[in-house]
């Protein structure tokens, strides 16, 4: 369990908390530079705390994998091709 807030931006970074892909996030504020500036470090346990609370199921939020919801779009886009064709059948 992370006891830093490094550790604890690690574990989100690397997708383990569930709510964003593994990648860096490049932030212009990152985790705990707002406790480091004010000399304020938050202790081991509210870090673990924190943590209980970032990563529980790392099945939670995490995005679902396939095309989803756009097939909302695509038969939109199907619907309104076939209107289109359809129209310009009687144009000519």
Not at 44 to 71: C, F, L, S, Y
């Amino acid at each position: 369990m992370p006891s830093t807030i490094e550790q604890l931006r690690r574990e989100i970074d690397e997708g383990r908390t569930g709510d964003k892909i593994p990648n860096a996030d490049p932030a212009a504020s990152p985790l705990g530079s707002d406790e480091e500036a004010a000399g304020t470090q938050p202790s081991a346990e509210e870090v673990d705390h924190a943590t209980k609370h970032e990563i529980t199921d790392p099945q939670i939020g995490r995005p679902n994998e396939g095309v989803g919801a756009a097939w909302v779009l695509f038969g939109f886009i199907g619907l309104l091709a076939a209107v289109m064709s359809v129209a310009a059948l009687f144009r000519a």
